[in-house]
């Protein structure tokens, strides 16, 4: 698969496969300095995924399996368009919040908006679940902030591994910084909690870790 580095290499590739009115959106929404990771969003909003290999169903999919899709989910780091979040806010009996400080200002049904940071724009301890996808230099802090306040996460790891100084290009390697992130999941393990690490089936082109806290009653 070829490398594409920007949002505007990828405009030039495949320009001819949206609409008019899908490059519209994405031409007076989107960033072109970007990182292509908007393109997955944009990808599966517009339904370019087929069913089985779209990541977002994928995490999803992973999440029901852990029981963790209840009650009030906060999704931190929803990126510029919140896919993940809006499907999330289908599922039934189950209210979503999505917090990012370039979210996309627009109103989607069920679905609440945070256009602000983690921490100080939102609150932990108001929800009953925690996810991520890949939310980078702030994944240590969401991890200490859900176990400080007993919440059940599940985040799927970058593979940019930010430093513990919260910059990116690391001079270390991402398996080092995929341990450091499990020992921070670890840190005071209560009794009746698990750890898992997991990752998505090959077929959602996700390789990436996936740490889960899950508790039982």
């Not at 087929?50 to 899709?69: A, C, H, T, V």
């Not at 393990?189 to 039982?216: M, Q, V």
């Amino acid at each position: 698969m070829q490398k594409i580095d920007s949002l505007e290499e990828y405009l030039d590739m495949y320009s001819g496969q949206y609409t008019e009115e899908a490059l519209n959106f994405i031409v007076n929404n989107f960033d072109y300095n970007t990182s292509v990771d908007i393109i997955a969003q944009i990808r599966s909003k517009l339904d370019l995924f087929r069913p089985e290999k779209d990541p977002f169903q994928g995490f999803i999919n992973y999440l029901r399996s852990k029981g963790l899709l209840k009650g009030k989910i906060l999704e931190i780091g929803s990126g510029y368009y919140p896919i993940l979040a809006e499907r999330m806010a289908d599922e039934q009996g189950i209210e979503v919040t999505g917090i990012d400080p370039k979210l996309v200002e627009t109103e989607i049904p069920k679905l609440k908006l945070i256009k602000g940071s983690f921490p100080e724009d939102v609150r932990i301890k108001d929800f009953d679940v925690v996810v991520a996808m890949m939310p980078c230099e702030i994944t240590i802090p969401v991890i200490n902030a859900a176990i400080e306040e007993r919440k059940p996460f599940s985040i799927m790891l970058c593979q940019c591994a930010p430093s513990i100084e919260l910059k990116y290009a690391a001079p270390y390697s991402i398996d080092f910084w995929v341990d450091k992130v499990i020992l921070e999941a670890y840190k005071n393990l209560e009794p009746n909690a698990n750890i898992s690490i997991d990752r998505l089936p090959h077929i959602y082109g996700r390789s990436n870790e996936i740490i889960t806290k899950t508790y039982s009653k």
